[in-house]
């Protein structure tokens, strides 16, 4: 028995080893003195997720780490996955009411803001991204994700921006 089975028997238990007997034996087949960089960092992930198992409580999580343990102790190029992140994200908020009605908040919070943040620089008199950049000390390719979107900004930002339409901070957040 080498190291790494050690390792994973008491942090896996051994049923769970004799559950998955392909992570066994992938862990046999492993060299107890590495050579490679690489092998070294497999073999530090394959000690650190076997440690996180022993300490996860949720079963969901600990079925995803015990996917991720045969992954890489078996050393094979992982699958990729067939649907697009907005497939996946489509089928999620069809199955998954909880997640549908967060995106369905945050796109409502995102909205609430872009339309206060277009009013502020339409009153301060700012026609362009590069406008608002200067004056506020921000890029314009920044300026221009928030713009669209895709992020909300922090506080220091918001503070920034806030100066440039020369209104409080508040006045953005509201």
Not at 4 to 17: D, M, R
Not at 119 to 125: D, E, P, V
Not at 131 to 137: C, P, Y
Request: hydrophobic share 40%; net charge neutral; proline share 3%.
């Amino acid at each position: 028995m080498n190291v790494l089975e050690i390792v994973a028997e008491k942090h896996l238990g051994v049923g769970t080893l004799r559950k998955h007997p392909k992570l066994r034996a992938s862990l046999k087949s492993i060299e107890s003195s590495p050579a490679l960089e690489a092998e070294r960092e497999r073999i530090s992930s394959i000690v650190e997720l076997c440690f996180e198992f022993d300490r996860e409580t949720d079963p969901e999580e600990k079925e995803n780490i015990l996917r991720t343990l045969e992954e890489i102790s078996a050393n094979k190029p992982l699958e990729l996955p067939t649907e697009s992140v907005g497939e996946w994200e489509a089928g999620l908020k069809a199955t998954d009411a909880a997640y549908a009605k967060a995106d369905a908040a945050a796109a409502k919070k995102t909205g609430a803001f872009l339309k206060t943040y277009f009013s502020l620089r339409a009153k301060a008199g700012f026609a362009t991204q590069a406008d608002v950049a200067k004056k506020s000390g921000l890029s314009r390719s920044y300026v221009a994700v928030i713009e669209s979107g895709e992020h909300i900004p922090q506080q220091k930002t918001l503070q920034k921006l806030a100066r440039a339409f020369g209104v409080d901070v508040t006045a953005l957040i509201a």
